[in-house]
């Protein structure tokens, strides 16, 4: 007779339940353990005799990023994560301390009153008090890639796709005895039959500043990448919706200002074999009522996987980031918790990954 069975029923319940409840093993619902398992950096630059390979981050606070990197005895923090949970381990070397990919650049902007502000630029490590998915993302493709890479990011937080990031070349429409602005139109809508006044923004209006903000980065790239040998755009990751949910109109139309966005982006930036993954919210569930719902199936529309866009194949992925989610909401961040960042960044970037291979 083994140990456990010698030992009272009651008290194997109350280990068993412990054992469940455990961080490790609720991590581990949230997570598949060869996503936590990833190789350490090994602290060598990049093939700097290639092309550096430039992804460029969009959306709205999710792919801002609130993830809490501290303090290590709050359970949801980064420092909680991989200090206490132990997950993630390749965020953290021998002594503690964050590791440092030098074959991975992480570079963030975001459009300000004075013009564009960086806020980092920097060889991939976490620093400050928050992070977003691109830290997930940029050591998948920094584990894949012999070419230098750069994460781009270039995002502000409470942005619609329908209305601030609304791609050019899009069309007025009605609704609702409205009209809702196509690009470059002010304001967001107006009467039907009436003329509107514009305002002091118009629509599409942080879909060029943000697209802006990455071509100076580009202009510029020994500034962000130093003893680059030129660039390629190999893709474009989107994390977005939460604001568009509040307008019943910008959801209804969500899917094929997403559609517009992913070929309006690989025309500007001149790469028309870009790939390209987007996540889902959170918080939502497949089968969800309402304007998350509607959303969320616009979102899983453009896989390419899907089938309903041909010219997608093997070239758009949708990530289903329920499944990475632990708590919270798009609009509360998640409660900050650096897990959901991190998951939903390894899963983005596993989905890029998988892309890349493909090839097409």
């Known amino acids: 007779m083994s140990m456990i069975q010698k030992l009272p029923v009651s008290l194997i319940c109350v280990l068993m339940a412990a054992l ?33 390979k430039v992804f460029i981050l969009m959306g709205q606070s999710n792919m801002l990023g609130f993830g809490k990197v501290g303090p290590e005895s709050k ?6 994560a991989t200090k206490v949970e132990k997950l993630y381990p390749f965020l953290i070397d021998d002594n503690g301390n964050w590791t440092v990919r ?14 564009m502000r960086v806020f980092n630029n920097e060889w991939m490590t976490v620093k400050g008090k928050h992070i977003g998915p691109e830290i997930g993302i940029g050591h998948q493709l920094g584990n894949l890639l012999d070419e230098p890479v750069l994460i781009l990011k270039s995002c502000i ?18 609704e609702g005895g409205k009209v809702y602005a196509g690009y470059k ?41 130093p003893g680059a040998r030129g660039y390629e755009i190999a893709g474009f990751f ?23 966005l992913i070929d309006q982006l690989r025309k500007d930036f001149k790469a028309p074999k870009a790939k390209f993954v987007c996540a889902t919210l959170g918080h939502v569930k497949k089968g969800a009522g309402g304007n998350n719902g509607k959303v969320l199936e616009a979102q899983l529309a453009v896989d390419g996987k899907s089938g309903k866009y041909k010219r997608f194949k093997g070239n758009v992925a949708t990530v ?21 960042y991190m998951d939903v960044g390894l ?14």
């Open 20 to 52: 469940a409840t455990s961080p490790q093993v609720a991590a581990q619902k949230h997570q598949k353990p060869e996503k936590q398992q990833l190789p350490d950096p090994d602290g060598k630059p990049a093939n700097m005799r290639k092309k550096v």
């Open 75 to 80: 359970n949801g923090t980064l420092e909680h």
């Open 102 to 115: 030098k074959d991975v650049r992480n570079v963030r902007v975001m459009v300000s009153r004075g013009g």
């Open 157 to 174: 937080g409470n942005r619609s796709l329908g209305w601030d990031l609304l791609p050019p070349g899009s069309e007025r429409f009605e």
């Open 185 to 225: 139109d002010s304001p967001a809508f107006w009467d039907k039959g009436t003329t509107p006044k514009p305002i002091r923004w118009y629509a599409g209006k942080q879909y060029d500043d943000d697209t802006a903000n990455a071509q100076k980065v580009l202009k510029h790239l020994k500034k962000y990448y």
């Open 238 to 260: 989107w994390w977005q919706g939460a604001k568009d949910c509040g307008n019943a109109a910008h959801c209804e139309h969500y899917e094929q200002n997403l559609v517009r």
């Open 320 to 340: 289903y980031a329920n499944p990475y989610c632990h708590g919270g909401s798009a609009n509360g961040h998640y409660g900050g918790n650096a897990k959901t």
């Open 347 to 360: 899963a983005m970037g596993e989905a890029m990954v998988e892309l890349l291979k493909n090839g097409k």
